[in-house]
C-alpha cells in the first residue's frame, strides 16, 4: 500500500455492516492480514492518531471474520493514512487555559447490527488532548437521552482518574471539570434530582453521575455542530472531519 492512491477520509459514511458479518467463500481471504493490520492501526490510533478512533473501533469488531469486505475497508484507512501521513497531535504551553475539560457524544443505535450505540468522548488537559475514546455500549438503550447518559457515565469515570493524576503532579483543581454535552434531556435529568419513568433504565449510573456533579463534574451545553466528541461516535464527510481534526490540535 506504500503507492496507493490517497483519499480524503478514513471511512465512508455509510457502509454495509451485513456484507462484514457474512462468513467468506473465498479461500484466499483467510490469506489477509486483516488481524495484523488492525493491531497496526489501532497502536496509531491510541498513541497519536485521534481521527482513526471509530473507524478502528468499528473494524475491530470483525477481525475474526476476516474476508474481501473487511480487506477493503482496511486498505482504504491505509489509503487515508497516505494521505494523511504528515498528520501530528500539536501540543504547545497554554497554562491560561483550564486544566480538564472533556467533550462527549453518543450515536444512537447506529454502526450496529444489534442496536448497540456507541460512545465517543475526549479529554484534554490545558485544552491538549490526552484521552479519546471511542466505544460500543455494552447494553441497548431506548433513547438518545439514554444514549447520551451511558456515554457521560463513561467519562465522568475517566475524569475521576485523570483528576486524580494532575493532583499528583501538583496541578492544584479549585473547580469541577467542565463537560461539554450537546444532549440537552441528558443535562436536564443529571441536575433534577426526581426519579421518574424515563431514568428506570440508568440503574445506578445515574446515581452515580448526579453523585459527582458539581463536586467532579459539571455540564455545559454546547451545539452538535462544535462538539469534538462528533468526531468518535460516527463516520465524517470530509470537510467536518478536517474541521474537527484541527480543533484537536491534529495538523
Known sequence: MATCNPISTPMETKINLEE???????????????????????????????????????????????SDALWKLIKRVLRYLKNTINYQ???????????????????????????????GYILKLFN??????????????LSTMIVEYYALCEITRDIIWL???VQFLGIHLTSPTTIFEDNASCIAITKNPVKHKGTRELDTR?????????????LTYIPSSENLADLFT??????????????????
Open 89 to 119: 497531535l500539536v501540543f504547545k504551553k497554554d497554562l491560561s487555559a483550564s486544566p480538564i475539560i472533556g467533550y462527549v457524544d453518543a450515536s444512537f443505535g447506529t454502526n450496529d447490527l444489534q442496536a448497540h450505540s456507541t460512545s
Open 206 to 218: 445515574l446515581f452515580f453521575v448526579r453523585d459527582e456533579l458539581n463536586k467532579t463534574i459539571t
Open 20 to 66: 462484514l458479518e457474512k462468513e467468506n467463500s473465498n479461500p484466499n481471504s483467510s490469506k489477509y492480514p486483516c488481524r495484523n493490520a488492525i493491531g497496526n492501526l489501532m497502536y496509531a490510533m491510541i498513541c497519536t492518531r485521534p481521527d482513526l478512533s471509530f473507524t478502528v473501533s468499528l473494524l475491530s469488531r470483525f477481525q475474526t471474520k476476516q
Open 163 to 165: 483528576r486524580q493524576c
Open 234 to 251: 460516527k463516520a465524517l464527510p470530509k470537510e467536518r472531519l478536517v474541521m474537527l481534526s484541527t480543533k484537536i490540535n491534529l495538523s
Open 128 to 141: 491538549k488532548p490526552i484521552i479519546w475514546v471511542s466505544r460500543r455500549q455494552d447494553k441497548v438503550a
